[in-house]
């Protein structure tokens, strides 16, 4: 079967609509500080749209993945750069801290989900060979954000105030992200619409929708995503704190969360070179196992040298489990739902992001120690590892999947 080299052109518009996306939402941290002098409002406050960006791309990464399912993938992610770029310059403008949470958490976050579902969805639909390797670029650009977008928002804010550097970002999202969204094409096979026949290897191209979301697979597809991204969520956003509280300057500190992003990028590619050898789902397995465990070792990092061996491994499997999870769902459930079951996971996997930053700030005010953070991170991990184990592809001959019991 010859596959249109038009496909490389989906990936790499993916990776870097992902990366400004992601880059723009995740611009907050840089800015917080800034605002918060500005402003005065508290930094919890602030920090908090944060979570309510987290929410809102759970909450609305299904519906996007079900337009994009209806409507291609091209006016959702049109619409999604859109918004994204209005909310951060409506953000910049916000008189109160409510008016900032709505705006930059809701909006933006809501804005973002419309870029990462649809585009891992066209990608596994372009891809029959090297589908592993595709969606872990895409992974990969996204995961360029915090090492481009966010050295941006710190070069504007330094000469700038934190309001006309938002604008700023807002422009070159808008800039970036519209026309590239003009490149975005539906899957050959769907070309067509949504009710042209597709099929995909190992797939049940007769299965319903309903049949789909109700399916074992797929609830243990959300179940893996939730406990996965519940396990890197809260080592990612404390161990810089961590890190200081063990006595490591801040500026050295903030060092340890670039390693895990750099390694990271090693991370996506190799797992998706693995996956394309050895099978997503047994390179998925191994990785939530050495998951777990690395994020218990942070439990036995005191010194930087030592974070800094622990961050890279870690960064290096948490990054490269996550693109693997797309490459199953098409392997497994027609490519006509791709959207939807994909921003089913993502779904979970936000909800398991959020997590994190609660649930380590209340552990640490418990017992005035990060240990038990990782210890729960572990066991967290655990589960996700078991509950891939469990995952089981449905029969490759033309059987029906009868709808799964409670």
Known sequence: MTQSPYRWVIVAAGGLLGCVAIGGMFSLPVFLQPITKDTGW???????????????MAFTSMAWGTLTDRFGPRPVVLTGSTVLALSLFGAS????????????????????AA???????????????????????????MGMAPMTMSPLAAWLVSSHDWRTSMQIVALVVGAIMIPISFLVRRPPALAQGPDAPSGASGAVPEMSMREALRSPQFLILLATNFFCCATHSGPIIHTVSYAVSCGIPLIAAVTIYSIEGFAGMGGRIAFGLMGDRFGAKRVLVSGLLLQAFGALAYVFAHQLTTFYAVGAVFGFIYAGTMPLYAVIIRENFPLRMMGTVIGGTAMAGSLGMATGPLAGGLIYDAFSSYAGLYIAAWAMGLGAFLMAMAFKPFPKPQGQVAPAAA
Do not use: D, K, Y
């Open 42 to 56: 508290s930094v919890t406050g602030i920090s908090s749209a944060m979570t309510i960006g987290f929410l809102a």
């Open 93 to 112: 403008h916000a008189t109160s801290l409510l008016v900032f949470q709505v705006v930059f958490g809701l909006l933006v976050g809501a804005s973002c």
């Open 115 to 141: 870029i990462f579902a649809p585009m891992m969805a066209t990608v596994t639909g372009w891809f029959e060979t090297h589908r592993s390797l595709a969606v872990s670029l895409v992974s990969a650009g």
